[in-house]
């Protein structure tokens, strides 16, 4: 609720830049990926913002194998220079396939989120982590 109505999450105020990148050097690609996106609800009463970018890396050979690389950090704020939560996770990629047409792919993955509380009437303090979540992956897949 905001002065009385009701809140749908519909930016109003964004913008957003995208950049994607490929170099070819005989049968090895380069790709470069830089997303980042700003978005501000009710531009001249302050609502919620949320502040997006992620980089991507990738290198391939002929098709046959590659290596990835994407780094992604997304913080929230829900009041002006009051950030509610803050997200960054990597994620590193491995992958080839063999001359029998078999595909492998190994990916390991780092996600983490920190909570920032609300309530700072019982004495939390804004600028401290309320709550921390953290997850590690490592996967493997054939076909």
Not at 44 to 61: C, G, P, Q, R, V
Not at 106 to 119: G, L, T
Not at 127 to 138: E, H, L, S, Y
Request: aromatic share 18%; net charge negative; glycine share 6%.
């Amino acid at each position: 609720m905001y002065n009385g109505f009701d809140i749908i999450e519909i930016p109003s105020n964004a913008l957003g830049l995208k950049n994607n990148f490929n170099v070819h050097v005989g049968n090895v690609t380069f790709n470069y990926i830089f997303t980042g996106r700003d978005d501000r609800h009710f531009s001249d009463n302050w609502l919620k913002k949320t502040d997006m970018s992620e980089i991507t890396f990738k290198a391939d050979i002929a098709n046959r194998r590659f290596v990835s690389f994407d780094f992604e950090s997304n913080e929230e704020y829900e009041f002006k220079d009051f950030k509610s939560s803050r997200n960054l996770n990597r994620e590193a990629q491995y992958g080839f396939t063999s001359n029998n047409e078999d595909n492998f792919l190994y990916r390991y993955s780092d996600r983490n989120k920190e909570i920032y509380p609300f309530d700072t009437t019982m004495g939390w303090d804004q600028k401290n982590i309320q709550g921390i979540r953290k997850g590690k992956n490592f996967f493997h897949e054939f076909q």
